[in-house]
């Protein structure tokens, strides 16, 4: 694996948190910029690598990369400048350490409900316990993912960052636009007109982190 190349592991203990759509996000932000970036897809579903088969030539080009099988945790195409990686949702034991093991930094997906707060209480505290993290050497971001203003269970999400005394790397808020552009292949960075740049402000408190890291 390339000494140049960031990895950014998108994990959570829970599925349907938005980890895919995270990641493919991530990875069409970095590709827009002219950076080179892989997309690694570490979970048997395999939602990464089906967006991907359906990405149009023309969008800025993101490398496909299969980690569903362990032993090619690692193994990535040279020169690449960001390596994103979407985790599997059972992510725990050695298969958490080895994907780990690899990355600069993880990003948590959460979504506003009990479950999803639940399982990210517990997605820290078992982080905590690896080597890796306890040396300071990831950079955990927490991502509050499909927020509905003004609901309770926003107020929910912001009274569970203030527990944890962890401010949150961004706040995005619930669109439709997400799904139909990856049914296309394509992202919210791949589209450059205002309905989607007011949009993609969201993210960019999470990308400055990412970048400012590099």
């Known amino acids: 694996m390339s000494l140049r190349m960031k990895t950014i592991l998108v994990a959570n203990l829970k599925g349907g948190c938005g980890k895919t759509m995270t990641a493919i996000t991530l990875a069409s932000a970095f590709a827009q910029q002219g950076l080179r970036i892989g997309l690694a897809d570490a979970d048997p579903q395999k939602s990464s690598l089906q967006w991907l088969k359906y990405r149009p030539e023309s969008a800025a080009k993101i490398v496909a990369v299969d980690w569903r099988n362990e032993k090619s945790i690692g193994h990535a195409p040279e020169n690449l400048d960001y390596l994103i990686v979407d985790a599997p949702g059972a992510l725990s034991g050695e298969h958490?350490?080895?994907?780990?093991?690899?990355?600069?930094?993880?990003?948590?997906?959460?979504?506003?409900?009990v479950f999803d707060i639940d399982s990210t209480k517990r997605f820290l505290k078992h982080l905590k316990d690896i080597k890796r993290?306890?040396?300071?050497?990831?950079?955990?971001?927490?991502?509050?993912?499909?927020?509905?203003?003004?609901?309770?269970?926003?107020?929910?999400i912001k009274a569970f960052f203030q527990q944890i005394e962890q401010i949150p790397a961004a706040l995005i808020l619930e669109r439709s636009c997400?799904?139909?552009?990856?049914?296309?292949?394509?992202?919210?960075?791949?589209?450059?007109?205002?309905?989607?740049?007011?949009?993609?402000?969201?993210?960019?408190?999470?990308?400055?982190?990412l970048l400012q890291d590099a």
């Open 133 to 156: 993290i306890r040396k300071g050497k990831v950079q955990i971001l927490l991502l509050g993912n499909r927020l509905r203003p003004n609901t309770h269970s926003a107020e929910q």
């Open 96 to 113: 958490a350490e080895q994907l780990i093991s690899e990355s600069h930094a993880i990003v948590t997906p959460l979504q506003p409900s």
């Open 178 to 209: 997400y799904d139909q552009l990856a049914q296309q292949g394509l992202a919210l960075f791949d589209k450059p007109q205002k309905q989607y740049t007011d949009i993609q402000a969201q993210w960019q408190p999470l990308l400055n982190k």
